[in-house]
């Protein structure tokens, strides 16, 4: 990657904040989702990349505390 480039990227990602790039996530997440060829794995997949931020963190809180 070109350095001025990656610069760029690199200031980008530090101002995003932690819900901007988990929905970067998620909609990278929908797209592999749309690849798969079987219809039920799809729809598994397409479920879970649905789930908000905050469910996100809720769980993730619930886990760390186990």
Same mark, same amino acid.
């Given at each position: 990657m070109h350095p001025v480039a990656l610069l760029a990227a690199s200031s980008l990602l530090a101002a995003c904040t932690a819900p901007d790039l988990y929905t970067v996530g998620q909609g990278w997440q929908k797209e592999q989702c749309h &690849?798969? =060829?079987d219809p039920a794995e799809r729809e598994r997949c397409l479920r879970s990349s649905a789930r908000s931020y905050e469910d996100y963190k +809720?769980? =993730?809180g &619930? +886990?760390?505390s186990r």
């Open positions: &690849r798969l =060829a +809720a769980e =993730a &619930r +886990a760390k």
